[in-house]
């Protein structure tokens, strides 16, 4: 039987798109090391291994980019732990995603800064009220586990949510700290294991 060759311009679709995700990687590293401000599409096309005016052709510039990073990390986050998880697993899967995306991590910590502009106030606004129902989602189902007996009920369920938020950052937005306190490379599997097995204690049901 003869070989099946891809025709050319597969070929190219399949170039073209694996271009698409070395740039969007780079842009990844760069934003988060950088933030958007001090973020350069030089240095992203540096990282990336292209050539500069390619982030221009396929994203339109880095306003592009990181339109396109923030759709993607929302349709990452609302897939990050499922509807029916319990509560352990739900910490587990939020700390996994910090961990095993620290550069995702750091651009979330610069847009919460402010630093990651919009193309309009309108789209801006679309952003936090995606953000608002997401958040109010969470604290609700926070609650749900209160009432089930999962979660303890000795704080508010917004408190409760702040503090898992805050500790799953906090390698990436407090590494200094929190290798001074835990010992270790801040993103490690071992620190990673004891936050988990912390906040655990700390918030579930048997910590009452």
């Known amino acids: ?15 073209a798109s694996r271009t ?19 973020a350069r599409t030089a240095g992203i096309a540096e990282r990336a291994g292209v050539n500069q005016q390619l982030i221009s052709y396929y994203f339109g510039g880095k306003q592009g980019l990181l339109e396109e990073l923030r759709r993607r990390w929302q349709r990452t986050e609302a897939s990050i732990a499922a509807r029916d998880g319990s509560f352990d697993e739900s910490v587990a899967a939020y700390l996994n995603a910090m961990f095993d995306r620290p550069d995702w991590a750091r651009l979330v910590i610069w847009q919460a800064l402010g630093d990651c502009p919009f193309t309009d106030a309108e789209e801006g ?14 604290v ?3 609650r749900e586990r209160q009432r089930a007996g999962e979660v303890t009920d000795a704080v508010e369920p917004e408190f409760a949510l702040l503090i898992a938020y805050a500790v799953a950052f906090a390698p990436i937005a407090m590494p200094q700290f929190v290798q001074e306190l835990l010992g270790g490379d801040p993103l490690s599997p071992p620190v990673r294991d004891r936050l988990h097995d912390q906040l655990i204690k700390l918030l579930g049901a048997a910590g009452d």
């Open 1 to 15: 039987m003869p070989t099946r060759r891809t025709s050319p311009s597969g070929d190219r679709g399949t170039a």
């Open 20 to 38: 698409r995700e070395r740039i969007l990687e780079a842009a990844v590293a760069e934003f988060g090391a950088k933030g958007y401000a001090g």
């Open 125 to 138: 606004e679309r952003h936090l009220e995606a953000q608002r129902a997401r958040l109010t989602e969470s």
């Open 140 to 142: 609700a189902r926070i």
